[in-house]
Protein backbone atom coordinates (compact mmCIF):
# COMPACT_ATOMS: atom_id res chain seq x y z
CA UNK A 1 0.00 0.00 0.00
CA UNK A 2 2.64 2.45 0.45
CA UNK A 3 4.17 2.66 -2.91
CA UNK A 4 1.02 4.00 -4.00
CA UNK A 5 0.67 7.22 -4.91
CA UNK A 6 -1.70 9.80 -3.24
CA UNK A 7 -4.93 10.36 -4.35
CA UNK A 8 -5.77 13.85 -5.25
CA UNK A 9 -8.15 15.88 -7.08
CA UNK A 10 -8.38 16.73 -10.97
CA UNK A 11 -6.35 20.14 -9.39
CA UNK A 12 -3.69 17.97 -7.98
CA UNK A 13 -4.51 18.50 -3.94
CA UNK A 14 -4.34 15.70 -1.70
CA UNK A 15 -7.93 13.57 -0.78
CA UNK A 16 -8.33 12.86 2.82
CA UNK A 17 -11.42 11.21 2.61
CA UNK A 18 -12.65 9.36 -0.07
CA UNK A 19 -14.71 7.13 1.93
CA UNK A 20 -17.08 9.76 3.77
CA UNK A 21 -18.66 12.94 2.22
CA UNK A 22 -18.55 16.42 3.99
CA UNK A 23 -21.82 16.91 6.35
CA UNK A 24 -23.16 18.89 9.10
CA UNK A 25 -23.32 15.76 11.26
CA UNK A 26 -23.18 12.00 11.27
CA UNK A 27 -26.99 12.02 9.34
CA UNK A 28 -26.21 14.75 6.76
CA UNK A 29 -27.21 17.00 5.48
CA UNK A 30 -24.23 17.65 3.05
CA UNK A 31 -21.97 20.58 2.38
CA UNK A 32 -22.15 22.54 -0.59
CA UNK A 33 -18.31 22.94 0.05
CA UNK A 34 -17.53 19.53 -0.51
CA UNK A 35 -16.23 19.55 -3.82
CA UNK A 36 -14.57 16.46 -3.88
CA UNK A 37 -17.46 14.62 -4.12
CA UNK A 38 -18.61 17.67 -5.87
CA UNK A 39 -16.33 17.33 -8.40
CA UNK A 40 -16.87 13.29 -8.36
CA UNK A 41 -20.25 13.13 -9.30
CA UNK A 42 -20.14 16.45 -12.12
CA UNK A 43 -17.99 13.99 -13.62
CA UNK A 44 -19.46 10.71 -13.71
CA UNK A 45 -22.32 13.04 -15.55
CA UNK A 46 -20.12 13.95 -18.18
CA UNK A 47 -18.19 10.61 -18.70
CA UNK A 48 -20.36 10.23 -21.81
CA UNK A 49 -19.42 11.35 -25.33
CA UNK A 50 -22.56 11.03 -27.78
CA UNK A 51 -22.27 7.76 -30.00
CA UNK A 52 -21.60 7.33 -33.48
CA UNK A 53 -25.23 8.31 -35.59
CA UNK A 54 -23.78 5.11 -37.44
CA UNK A 55 -20.95 2.59 -36.50
CA UNK A 56 -21.80 2.99 -32.66
CA UNK A 57 -20.61 -0.02 -31.47
CA UNK A 58 -16.90 -1.11 -31.83
CA UNK A 59 -14.10 -2.74 -31.30
CA UNK A 60 -10.21 -1.92 -32.17
CA UNK A 61 -6.81 -2.49 -31.91
CA UNK A 62 -3.39 -1.38 -32.69
CA UNK A 63 -1.34 -2.95 -34.95
CA UNK A 64 1.47 -2.61 -37.91
CA UNK A 65 1.57 -2.76 -41.55
CA UNK A 66 4.58 -4.24 -43.86
CA UNK A 67 5.32 -3.70 -47.33
CA UNK A 68 6.24 -6.83 -49.07
CA UNK A 69 6.05 -5.18 -52.33
CA UNK A 70 6.68 -2.36 -54.07
CA UNK A 71 4.39 -0.04 -55.64
CA UNK A 72 6.40 3.38 -55.70
CA UNK A 73 5.54 3.30 -59.21
CA UNK A 74 1.79 4.49 -58.81
CA UNK A 75 2.73 6.52 -55.36
CA UNK A 76 4.79 8.65 -53.81
CA UNK A 77 3.08 7.88 -50.37
CA UNK A 78 6.47 7.16 -48.27
CA UNK A 79 4.08 4.84 -46.30
CA UNK A 80 4.89 2.70 -49.91
CA UNK A 81 8.53 3.53 -50.52
CA UNK A 82 10.00 0.35 -49.58
CA UNK A 83 9.94 -3.40 -49.04
CA UNK A 84 9.66 -4.57 -45.53
CA UNK A 85 8.87 -1.16 -44.24
CA UNK A 86 6.80 -0.85 -41.17
CA UNK A 87 3.79 1.95 -40.32
CA UNK A 88 1.88 2.14 -37.23
CA UNK A 89 -1.81 2.34 -37.57
CA UNK A 90 -4.50 1.49 -34.95
CA UNK A 91 -8.24 -0.16 -36.65
CA UNK A 92 -11.74 0.16 -35.25
CA UNK A 93 -14.12 -2.53 -36.50
CA UNK A 94 -17.93 -1.92 -35.89
CA UNK A 95 -21.51 -2.63 -36.73
CA UNK A 96 -23.32 0.02 -38.70
CA UNK A 97 -27.14 -0.20 -37.41
CA UNK A 98 -26.60 -0.92 -33.19
CA UNK A 99 -26.42 1.25 -30.95
CA UNK A 100 -23.64 1.19 -28.58
CA UNK A 101 -25.38 -1.57 -26.22
CA UNK A 102 -26.21 -4.03 -29.28
CA UNK A 103 -25.02 -7.16 -29.64
CA UNK A 104 -21.96 -8.02 -31.97
CA UNK A 105 -23.34 -11.28 -33.49
CA UNK A 106 -26.35 -9.23 -35.31
CA UNK A 107 -26.32 -9.42 -39.15
CA UNK A 108 -24.75 -5.96 -40.32
CA UNK A 109 -22.47 -4.34 -42.54
CA UNK A 110 -19.38 -4.25 -40.26
CA UNK A 111 -17.27 -1.30 -40.28
CA UNK A 112 -13.38 -1.67 -41.43
CA UNK A 113 -11.54 1.70 -40.63
CA UNK A 114 -7.75 1.80 -40.38
CA UNK A 115 -5.11 4.82 -39.32
CA UNK A 116 -2.34 4.76 -40.60
CA UNK A 117 0.45 7.19 -38.61
CA UNK A 118 2.53 8.09 -41.23
CA UNK A 119 5.89 9.76 -41.96
CA UNK A 120 3.91 12.68 -43.37
CA UNK A 121 1.01 12.76 -41.91
CA UNK A 122 -2.33 10.26 -40.98
CA UNK A 123 -3.64 8.69 -43.67
CA UNK A 124 -7.23 7.12 -43.01
CA UNK A 125 -8.93 4.08 -44.65
CA UNK A 126 -12.48 4.38 -43.40
CA UNK A 127 -14.00 1.39 -45.08
CA UNK A 128 -16.39 -1.53 -44.77
CA UNK A 129 -16.33 -5.32 -44.79
CA UNK A 130 -17.81 -4.82 -47.95
CA UNK A 131 -16.50 -3.77 -51.15
CA UNK A 132 -19.79 -1.61 -52.16
CA UNK A 133 -22.40 0.00 -50.27
CA UNK A 134 -26.00 0.55 -50.29
CA UNK A 135 -26.31 3.93 -52.58
CA UNK A 136 -24.26 6.28 -54.72
CA UNK A 137 -25.43 9.75 -53.86
CA UNK A 138 -24.90 11.21 -50.73
CA UNK A 139 -28.04 13.09 -50.99
CA UNK A 140 -29.96 9.68 -50.04
CA UNK A 141 -27.41 8.78 -47.47
CA UNK A 142 -29.47 10.66 -43.94
CA UNK A 143 -32.85 9.21 -45.41
CA UNK A 144 -31.08 5.11 -45.84
CA UNK A 145 -29.75 5.52 -42.36
CA UNK A 146 -32.74 6.36 -40.81
CA UNK A 147 -34.59 3.04 -42.44
CA UNK A 148 -32.10 1.68 -40.47
CA UNK A 149 -32.64 3.30 -37.27
CA UNK A 150 -35.64 3.13 -34.59
CA UNK A 151 -39.30 4.05 -36.41
CA UNK A 152 -40.19 7.71 -34.94
CA UNK A 153 -43.57 5.91 -33.04
CA UNK A 154 -42.77 2.47 -32.39
CA UNK A 155 -39.11 3.38 -31.52
CA UNK A 156 -38.27 -0.19 -33.23
CA UNK A 157 -36.71 -1.15 -36.06
CA UNK A 158 -38.52 -1.39 -38.91
CA UNK A 159 -38.28 -4.14 -41.75
CA UNK A 160 -40.92 -2.22 -43.71
CA UNK A 161 -39.06 0.85 -43.84
CA UNK A 162 -35.38 -0.87 -45.26
CA UNK A 163 -37.41 -2.80 -47.76
CA UNK A 164 -39.53 -0.05 -48.56
CA UNK A 165 -36.73 2.00 -49.67
CA UNK A 166 -34.06 -0.40 -50.82
CA UNK A 167 -37.01 -1.35 -53.19
CA UNK A 168 -37.45 2.22 -54.59
CA UNK A 169 -33.64 2.51 -54.64
CA UNK A 170 -32.71 -0.55 -56.67
CA UNK A 171 -28.37 0.50 -56.61
CA UNK A 172 -28.88 -1.19 -53.18
CA UNK A 173 -28.69 -4.51 -54.58
CA UNK A 174 -26.24 -5.08 -54.68
CA UNK A 175 -25.01 -4.33 -50.84
CA UNK A 176 -28.18 -5.80 -49.75
CA UNK A 177 -26.53 -9.19 -51.73
CA UNK A 178 -23.76 -9.08 -50.07
CA UNK A 179 -25.75 -8.39 -46.46
CA UNK A 180 -28.21 -11.48 -46.77
CA UNK A 181 -25.38 -13.57 -47.75
CA UNK A 182 -23.22 -15.75 -45.51
CA UNK A 183 -20.59 -12.80 -45.09
CA UNK A 184 -23.55 -10.97 -43.45
CA UNK A 185 -22.90 -12.45 -40.44
CA UNK A 186 -19.35 -12.57 -39.63
CA UNK A 187 -18.12 -14.88 -36.62
CA UNK A 188 -16.06 -11.69 -35.35
CA UNK A 189 -14.10 -9.13 -37.34
CA UNK A 190 -11.09 -11.46 -37.50
CA UNK A 191 -12.66 -13.03 -40.11
CA UNK A 192 -14.05 -10.41 -42.12
CA UNK A 193 -12.06 -8.96 -45.55
CA UNK A 194 -12.04 -4.83 -45.33
CA UNK A 195 -12.10 -2.78 -48.57
CA UNK A 196 -11.64 0.52 -48.76
CA UNK A 197 -15.30 0.71 -50.91
CA UNK A 198 -14.54 3.88 -52.78
CA UNK A 199 -11.84 4.63 -55.55
CA UNK A 200 -8.95 7.09 -53.93
CA UNK A 201 -6.00 8.58 -56.12
CA UNK A 202 -2.48 7.24 -56.22
CA UNK A 203 -0.18 10.23 -57.47
CA UNK A 204 3.94 9.31 -58.49
CA UNK A 205 6.99 11.11 -58.42
CA UNK A 206 6.08 12.08 -62.31
CA UNK A 207 2.66 13.83 -61.40
CA UNK A 208 0.85 10.61 -63.14
CA UNK A 209 -2.35 9.97 -61.31
CA UNK A 210 -3.81 6.21 -61.02
CA UNK A 211 -7.11 5.68 -59.55
CA UNK A 212 -6.87 2.60 -56.99
CA UNK A 213 -9.15 0.61 -54.38
CA UNK A 214 -7.83 -1.17 -51.69
CA UNK A 215 -8.61 -4.69 -49.81
CA UNK A 216 -7.24 -6.10 -47.16
CA UNK A 217 -8.08 -9.35 -47.51
CA UNK A 218 -8.26 -11.66 -44.02
CA UNK A 219 -5.64 -14.61 -43.00
CA UNK A 220 -7.61 -15.97 -40.71
CA UNK A 221 -10.18 -17.46 -43.29
CA UNK A 222 -14.42 -16.06 -43.42
CA UNK A 223 -16.32 -17.57 -40.77
CA UNK A 224 -19.75 -16.85 -40.47
CA UNK A 225 -22.64 -17.92 -38.40
CA UNK A 226 -26.02 -18.54 -39.39
CA UNK A 227 -29.10 -16.81 -38.09
CA UNK A 228 -29.85 -19.55 -35.66
CA UNK A 229 -26.66 -19.60 -34.06
CA UNK A 230 -26.14 -16.42 -33.72
CA UNK A 231 -29.36 -16.17 -32.21
CA UNK A 232 -27.71 -18.73 -29.78
CA UNK A 233 -24.31 -16.34 -29.18
CA UNK A 234 -26.40 -13.41 -28.52
CA UNK A 235 -28.14 -15.47 -25.77
CA UNK A 236 -25.08 -16.33 -24.28
CA UNK A 237 -22.43 -13.21 -24.86
CA UNK A 238 -23.62 -9.87 -26.63
CA UNK A 239 -19.89 -9.26 -26.64
CA UNK A 240 -18.52 -12.15 -28.90
CA UNK A 241 -16.96 -9.99 -31.35
CA UNK A 242 -15.04 -7.52 -28.51
CA UNK A 243 -14.15 -10.90 -26.50
CA UNK A 244 -12.97 -12.93 -29.43
CA UNK A 245 -10.48 -10.08 -30.74
CA UNK A 246 -9.54 -8.84 -27.45
CA UNK A 247 -8.42 -12.84 -26.26
CA UNK A 248 -6.99 -13.45 -29.58
CA UNK A 249 -4.63 -10.13 -29.36
CA UNK A 250 -4.28 -10.98 -25.95
CA UNK A 251 -3.22 -14.67 -26.45
CA UNK A 252 -0.62 -13.44 -28.97
CA UNK A 253 -2.45 -15.02 -31.82
CA UNK A 254 -2.12 -11.85 -33.84
CA UNK A 255 -4.90 -11.16 -36.84
CA UNK A 256 -3.15 -10.88 -40.11
CA UNK A 257 -4.52 -9.30 -43.69
CA UNK A 258 -3.40 -9.39 -47.13
CA UNK A 259 -3.29 -5.76 -48.26
CA UNK A 260 -3.84 -5.60 -52.09
CA UNK A 261 -4.83 -2.86 -54.55
CA UNK A 262 -6.24 -2.04 -58.44
CA UNK A 263 -4.55 0.37 -59.88
CA UNK A 264 -6.58 2.07 -63.19
CA UNK A 265 -4.75 4.41 -65.27
CA UNK A 266 -6.63 7.96 -64.86
CA UNK A 267 -7.48 7.99 -68.21
CA UNK A 268 -9.24 4.61 -68.24
CA UNK A 269 -12.04 6.28 -66.36
CA UNK A 270 -13.75 7.33 -69.38
CA UNK A 271 -13.75 3.89 -71.21
CA UNK A 272 -14.73 1.62 -68.36
CA UNK A 273 -18.50 0.52 -68.79
CA UNK A 274 -19.02 1.38 -65.32
CA UNK A 275 -18.80 4.27 -63.75
CA UNK A 276 -15.60 3.49 -61.65
CA UNK A 277 -16.28 6.29 -58.97
CA UNK A 278 -19.71 4.53 -58.37
CA UNK A 279 -19.57 2.97 -54.72
CA UNK A 280 -22.08 0.58 -55.54
CA UNK A 281 -19.70 -1.21 -57.99
CA UNK A 282 -16.69 -3.39 -57.73
CA UNK A 283 -13.96 -3.19 -60.71
CA UNK A 284 -13.84 -6.72 -61.98
CA UNK A 285 -10.82 -8.39 -60.69
CA UNK A 286 -10.14 -10.02 -64.44
CA UNK A 287 -9.89 -6.41 -65.31
CA UNK A 288 -7.82 -4.82 -62.52
CA UNK A 289 -6.33 -7.75 -60.74
CA UNK A 290 -5.39 -7.35 -56.92
CA UNK A 291 -1.66 -6.19 -56.71
CA UNK A 292 -0.47 -7.61 -53.38
CA UNK A 293 1.08 -4.47 -51.76
CA UNK A 294 1.66 -6.07 -47.85
CA UNK A 295 0.39 -7.40 -44.56
CA UNK A 296 -1.79 -5.48 -42.00
CA UNK A 297 -1.31 -7.09 -38.31
CA UNK A 298 -2.96 -6.26 -34.77
CA UNK A 299 -1.20 -7.20 -32.03
CA UNK A 300 -1.68 -4.91 -29.17
CA UNK A 301 -5.15 -4.01 -27.21
CA UNK A 302 -5.67 -0.78 -26.13
CA UNK A 303 -4.95 0.33 -22.63
CA UNK A 304 -7.87 1.94 -22.32
CA UNK A 305 -10.95 1.69 -24.87
CA UNK A 306 -12.87 5.30 -24.21
CA UNK A 307 -9.46 6.99 -24.27
CA UNK A 308 -8.61 5.03 -27.49
CA UNK A 309 -10.97 3.40 -29.47
CA UNK A 310 -14.45 5.56 -28.74
CA UNK A 311 -12.39 8.89 -29.15
CA UNK A 312 -10.26 7.11 -32.39
CA UNK A 313 -11.33 9.67 -34.78
CA UNK A 314 -10.80 8.41 -38.41
CA UNK A 315 -11.75 9.97 -41.34
CA UNK A 316 -11.46 9.90 -45.61
CA UNK A 317 -10.68 13.73 -45.49
CA UNK A 318 -6.95 12.33 -44.04
CA UNK A 319 -4.89 11.55 -47.19
CA UNK A 320 -0.94 12.48 -47.24
CA UNK A 321 1.27 13.14 -50.24
CA UNK A 322 0.82 10.69 -53.09
CA UNK A 323 -2.90 9.74 -52.44
CA UNK A 324 -6.13 11.61 -53.44
CA UNK A 325 -9.46 11.77 -53.48
CA UNK A 326 -11.37 10.76 -56.52
CA UNK A 327 -14.74 12.11 -58.31
CA UNK A 328 -16.54 9.27 -56.13
CA UNK A 329 -19.52 11.60 -54.90
CA UNK A 330 -20.06 9.10 -51.33
CA UNK A 331 -16.51 9.97 -50.88
CA UNK A 332 -16.85 13.75 -51.50
CA UNK A 333 -20.07 13.93 -48.75
CA UNK A 334 -17.74 11.74 -46.04
CA UNK A 335 -14.83 14.43 -46.83
CA UNK A 336 -16.54 16.45 -45.00
CA UNK A 337 -19.27 14.62 -42.78
CA UNK A 338 -16.79 12.66 -40.92
CA UNK A 339 -14.54 15.33 -39.61
CA UNK A 340 -17.56 17.10 -38.95
CA UNK A 341 -19.37 14.54 -36.45
CA UNK A 342 -16.27 14.53 -35.21
CA UNK A 343 -15.66 17.85 -34.31
CA UNK A 344 -19.03 17.98 -32.87
CA UNK A 345 -19.13 14.48 -30.68
CA UNK A 346 -15.53 14.67 -29.29
CA UNK A 347 -14.29 18.24 -29.55
CA UNK A 348 -12.90 21.12 -31.90
CA UNK A 349 -9.31 19.87 -31.70
CA UNK A 350 -9.84 16.24 -31.19
CA UNK A 351 -6.97 15.42 -33.64
CA UNK A 352 -4.94 16.38 -30.57
CA UNK A 353 -5.75 13.29 -28.66
CA UNK A 354 -3.11 10.98 -28.62
CA UNK A 355 -4.56 8.10 -30.50
CA UNK A 356 -5.85 10.62 -33.43
CA UNK A 357 -2.27 12.49 -33.12
CA UNK A 358 -0.26 12.21 -35.75
CA UNK A 359 3.62 10.92 -35.24
CA UNK A 360 4.70 14.11 -37.07
CA UNK A 361 5.55 17.64 -35.95
CA UNK A 362 2.23 19.31 -36.27
CA UNK A 363 2.19 22.81 -37.29
CA UNK A 364 -0.89 24.85 -38.24
CA UNK A 365 -3.10 28.46 -37.12
CA UNK A 366 -6.11 26.77 -35.97
CA UNK A 367 -6.54 28.85 -32.74
CA UNK A 368 -8.80 28.26 -29.90
CA UNK A 369 -11.80 25.95 -28.86
CA UNK A 370 -12.19 22.49 -26.57
CA UNK A 371 -9.03 21.03 -26.09
CA UNK A 372 -6.54 23.32 -26.92
CA UNK A 373 -3.70 22.04 -24.81
CA UNK A 374 -0.93 21.82 -27.69
CA UNK A 375 1.44 24.69 -27.29
CA UNK A 376 2.11 27.60 -29.36
CA UNK A 377 3.82 27.97 -32.72
CA UNK A 378 7.39 28.01 -31.56
CA UNK A 379 7.77 32.26 -32.31
CA UNK A 380 4.17 33.16 -30.92
CA UNK A 381 3.64 36.14 -32.88
CA UNK A 382 2.90 33.53 -35.47
CA UNK A 383 -0.21 33.32 -35.01
CA UNK A 384 -1.47 34.25 -38.31
CA UNK A 385 -0.52 33.60 -42.02
CA UNK A 386 0.90 34.86 -44.08
CA UNK A 387 3.83 36.40 -41.59
CA UNK A 388 7.26 37.85 -41.21
CA UNK A 389 7.95 35.34 -38.35
CA UNK A 390 9.18 32.40 -39.38
CA UNK A 391 5.75 30.77 -39.12
CA UNK A 392 3.84 27.59 -41.03
CA UNK A 393 4.22 28.09 -44.39
CA UNK A 394 2.54 26.49 -47.19
CA UNK A 395 4.88 23.64 -49.78
CA UNK A 396 3.52 24.15 -53.35
CA UNK A 397 5.75 20.92 -53.98
CA UNK A 398 3.22 18.85 -52.79
CA UNK A 399 0.37 20.33 -55.13
CA UNK A 400 -1.62 17.51 -56.99
CA UNK A 401 -1.61 17.46 -60.49
CA UNK A 402 -5.05 18.61 -62.11
CA UNK A 403 -7.52 16.15 -63.11
CA UNK A 404 -7.28 15.02 -66.57
CA UNK A 405 -11.10 14.17 -66.52
CA UNK A 406 -13.88 16.58 -65.60
CA UNK A 407 -17.71 17.66 -65.72
CA UNK A 408 -20.27 20.37 -65.40
CA UNK A 409 -21.70 21.01 -62.32
CA UNK A 410 -25.64 20.33 -62.16
CA UNK A 411 -27.89 17.42 -60.45
CA UNK A 412 -27.34 14.51 -62.69
CA UNK A 413 -29.51 12.01 -62.48
CA UNK A 414 -27.39 9.16 -60.50
CA UNK A 415 -29.43 6.30 -61.87
CA UNK A 416 -29.01 7.55 -65.36
CA UNK A 417 -27.20 4.73 -67.40
CA UNK A 418 -26.54 2.82 -64.19
CA UNK A 419 -26.54 -1.01 -64.44
CA UNK A 420 -27.90 -2.18 -60.94
CA UNK A 421 -28.41 -5.66 -62.12
CA UNK A 422 -25.33 -7.57 -63.55
CA UNK A 423 -22.68 -7.10 -60.40
CA UNK A 424 -25.08 -8.50 -57.68
CA UNK A 425 -26.16 -11.11 -60.26
CA UNK A 426 -22.70 -11.90 -60.95
CA UNK A 427 -22.46 -12.09 -56.77
CA UNK A 428 -25.09 -14.71 -56.75
CA UNK A 429 -23.80 -16.86 -60.08
CA UNK A 430 -20.28 -16.86 -57.80
CA UNK A 431 -22.15 -18.69 -54.98
CA UNK A 432 -22.97 -22.01 -54.28
CA UNK A 433 -26.50 -23.75 -54.27
CA UNK A 434 -25.81 -23.39 -50.65
CA UNK A 435 -25.32 -20.43 -50.01
CA UNK A 436 -27.98 -19.16 -52.62
CA UNK A 437 -30.45 -21.23 -50.63
CA UNK A 438 -29.21 -19.28 -47.21
CA UNK A 439 -28.95 -15.82 -49.33
CA UNK A 440 -32.88 -16.80 -49.73
CA UNK A 441 -33.85 -17.66 -46.70
CA UNK A 442 -32.49 -14.51 -44.94
CA UNK A 443 -33.82 -12.21 -46.87
CA UNK A 444 -37.21 -14.18 -46.73
CA UNK A 445 -36.51 -13.85 -42.77
CA UNK A 446 -35.91 -10.23 -42.96
CA UNK A 447 -38.40 -9.86 -44.92
CA UNK A 448 -41.71 -11.03 -42.32
CA UNK A 449 -44.58 -8.62 -41.78
CA UNK A 450 -43.29 -5.66 -44.76
CA UNK A 451 -46.37 -5.32 -47.15
CA UNK A 452 -47.27 -7.59 -50.22
CA UNK A 453 -46.43 -4.42 -52.23
CA UNK A 454 -42.66 -4.16 -51.72
CA UNK A 455 -41.92 -7.35 -51.54
CA UNK A 456 -43.55 -7.70 -54.59
CA UNK A 457 -41.33 -4.29 -56.14
CA UNK A 458 -38.46 -5.61 -54.67
CA UNK A 459 -38.61 -9.66 -56.18
CA UNK A 460 -38.62 -7.72 -59.21
CA UNK A 461 -35.08 -6.54 -58.65
CA UNK A 462 -33.68 -9.80 -57.74
CA UNK A 463 -35.22 -11.57 -60.68
CA UNK A 464 -33.71 -9.43 -62.78
CA UNK A 465 -30.10 -10.12 -61.23
CA UNK A 466 -31.08 -13.55 -62.15
CA UNK A 467 -34.21 -15.27 -62.52
CA UNK A 468 -33.68 -17.87 -59.69
CA UNK A 469 -32.76 -15.04 -57.17
CA UNK A 470 -36.37 -13.85 -57.78
CA UNK A 471 -38.18 -16.68 -58.07
CA UNK A 472 -36.46 -17.86 -54.61
CA UNK A 473 -37.36 -15.23 -52.50
CA UNK A 474 -41.01 -14.62 -54.19
CA UNK A 475 -41.93 -18.45 -53.41
CA UNK A 476 -40.67 -18.15 -50.35
CA UNK A 477 -42.86 -14.73 -49.44
CA UNK A 478 -45.84 -16.41 -51.39
CA UNK A 479 -46.12 -14.04 -54.19
CA UNK A 480 -44.93 -14.65 -58.11
CA UNK A 481 -42.90 -12.48 -59.35
CA UNK A 482 -45.09 -9.71 -61.00
CA UNK A 483 -44.17 -9.28 -64.82
CA UNK A 484 -44.39 -5.54 -65.29
CA UNK A 485 -41.63 -3.21 -64.31
CA UNK A 486 -41.60 -1.60 -61.29
CA UNK A 487 -42.59 2.12 -61.45
CA UNK A 488 -39.57 3.69 -59.47
CA UNK A 489 -36.98 2.29 -62.08
P1 LIG B 1 -13.95 -12.86 -58.75
O1 LIG B 1 -14.47 -14.23 -58.94
O2 LIG B 1 -12.60 -12.51 -59.28
O3 LIG B 1 -13.93 -12.52 -57.16
C1 LIG B 1 -15.06 -12.77 -56.40
C2 LIG B 1 -14.92 -11.98 -55.15
O4 LIG B 1 -16.11 -12.16 -54.40
C3 LIG B 1 -13.79 -12.37 -54.25
O5 LIG B 1 -13.12 -11.18 -53.90
C4 LIG B 1 -14.45 -12.99 -53.02
O6 LIG B 1 -13.75 -12.65 -51.84
C5 LIG B 1 -15.78 -12.28 -53.05
N1 LIG B 1 -16.90 -12.96 -52.45
C6 LIG B 1 -17.24 -14.26 -52.45
N2 LIG B 1 -18.39 -14.46 -51.77
C7 LIG B 1 -18.80 -13.25 -51.36
C8 LIG B 1 -19.91 -12.79 -50.62
N3 LIG B 1 -20.85 -13.62 -50.17
N4 LIG B 1 -20.00 -11.46 -50.37
C9 LIG B 1 -19.06 -10.62 -50.82
N5 LIG B 1 -17.99 -10.99 -51.53
C10 LIG B 1 -17.86 -12.29 -51.79
O7 LIG B 1 -15.09 -11.90 -59.25
P2 LIG B 1 -15.17 -10.47 -59.96
O8 LIG B 1 -14.08 -9.55 -59.59
O9 LIG B 1 -15.41 -10.68 -61.41
O10 LIG B 1 -16.52 -9.97 -59.30
C11 LIG B 1 -17.69 -10.79 -59.30
C12 LIG B 1 -18.52 -10.42 -58.12
O11 LIG B 1 -17.78 -10.69 -56.93
C13 LIG B 1 -18.80 -8.90 -58.06
O12 LIG B 1 -19.93 -8.54 -58.79
C14 LIG B 1 -18.95 -8.68 -56.60
O13 LIG B 1 -20.28 -8.89 -56.22
C15 LIG B 1 -18.07 -9.74 -55.94
N6 LIG B 1 -16.84 -9.14 -55.39
C16 LIG B 1 -15.94 -8.56 -56.23
C17 LIG B 1 -14.89 -7.86 -55.71
C18 LIG B 1 -13.97 -7.10 -56.58
O14 LIG B 1 -13.26 -6.21 -56.05
N7 LIG B 1 -13.89 -7.38 -57.86
C19 LIG B 1 -14.66 -7.78 -54.24
C20 LIG B 1 -15.62 -8.52 -53.47
C21 LIG B 1 -16.70 -9.14 -54.05
P3 LIG B 1 -12.56 -13.60 -51.26
O15 LIG B 1 -11.50 -13.63 -52.29
O16 LIG B 1 -12.13 -12.97 -50.01
O17 LIG B 1 -13.19 -14.95 -51.05
Request: proline share 8%; glycine share 6%.
Amino acid sequence: MTDSPIMTTTAGAPIADNQNSWSAGPRGPLLLQDWQLIEKLAHQNRERIPERVVHAKGWGAFGTFTVTNDISKYTRAKIFAEVGKQTDLVVRFSTVAGEQGAADAERDVRGFSVKFYTEEGNWDVVGNNTPVFFIRDPLKFPDFIHTQKRHPRTNLRSPTAMWDFWSLSPESLHQVTILFSDRGLPVGVRHVNGYGSHTFAFINDAGERFWFKIHFKTKQGHKHWTNAEAAEVVGRTRESTQEDLFYAIENGDFPKWDVFVQIMPELDAEKTSYNPFDLTKVWPHAEYPLIPVGVMELNRNPDNYFAEIEQAAFSPSNIVPGIGFSPDKMLQARIFSYADAHRYRIGTHYEALPVNQPKVPVHHYHKDGSMRFFPNNPNPNAYYEPNSFSGPRQAPEYREPPLKISGDADRYDHRAGNDDYSQPGALFRLMTDEQRERLMDNIAAAMQGVPVEIIERQVVHFAKCDPRYGEGVAQRMGVTVPAMPVAAE
